[in-house]
């Protein structure tokens, strides 16, 4: 269903999620190899860039989305992939990005590879910046929840065709546990249909080896 989802309705989304340079470049230098998991049309890769990171790489399902960013030159070094499985060898990147990523991802199985693939990938020391969407308590969303119990977790809900998640924030901690945790900051995020949501912006670091 959601591979189907990102070839389609959402090739053609607005992305907005931030990123905080005045967290990542606390981390990170301008010369990081980083990557940019989900990195859909290239929206954060081109603020990376604007902001002087010069070793970029991206990854997504959706070739759609990834077509959509070389028309707007917004993309280098990118691969058709999915976040469950990534193309690149251990210990390869000093920083990841997962940008709302973890929302379409819906299902706890594969959440935990993602978790295990983003450690596989960085190296001793190396960041995560990981941006998400929480569990919201209006009533709106809250009978979202209820309907998409079906689907085996609370938080899960259908929209646009498409099986989406928000989570609560002591299971994100569970899922990044082998990540040393640097920062944890609750936001106000909106989402691609223009909805304000309640979301976090986290920080942690893999240990050495």
């Not at 940008?99 to 960085?122: H, I, K, N, S, Y």
Request: charge should be negative; glycine fraction near 10%.
């Amino acid at each position: 269903m959601m591979d189907r989802y990102w070839q389609e309705t959402g090739a053609f989304k607005r992305f907005t999620t931030p990123l905080d340079f005045s967290l990542i470049r606390q981390r990170l230098s301008p010369e990081a190899k980083l990557l940019d998991i989900g990195c859909g049309y290239g929206r954060a890769l081109s603020l990376l860039s604007q902001e002087g990171y010069c070793n970029l790489w991206g990854c997504d399902i959706s070739l759609p989305l990834l077509k959509r960013g070389k028309e707007e030159e917004l993309l280098a070094n990118v691969a058709v992939a999915s976040a469950t499985d990534l193309p690149f060898p251990d210990g390869l990147f000093d920083g990841a990005f997962l940008m709302g990523v973890l929302t379409a991802v819906p299902f706890d199985e594969d959440q935990r590879r993602v978790a295990c693939e983003v450690l596989r990938v960085l190296k001793p020391g190396g960041t995560l910046y990981l941006t998400d969407f929480l569990i919201n308590r209006d009533p709106r969303n809250l009978e979202r929840y209820r309907v998409g119990w079906k689907w085996g977790s609370y938080g899960i809900f259908s929209t646009d065709g498409g099986l989406f998640r928000h989570h609560d924030q002591e299971y994100i901690r569970s899922l990044f546990d082998k990540f040393n945790p640097l920062h944890w900051e609750e936001v106000t995020l909106e989402t691609m249909n223009g909805h304000l949501s309640q979301g976090f912006i986290m920080m942690g670091e893999k240990g050495g080896e």
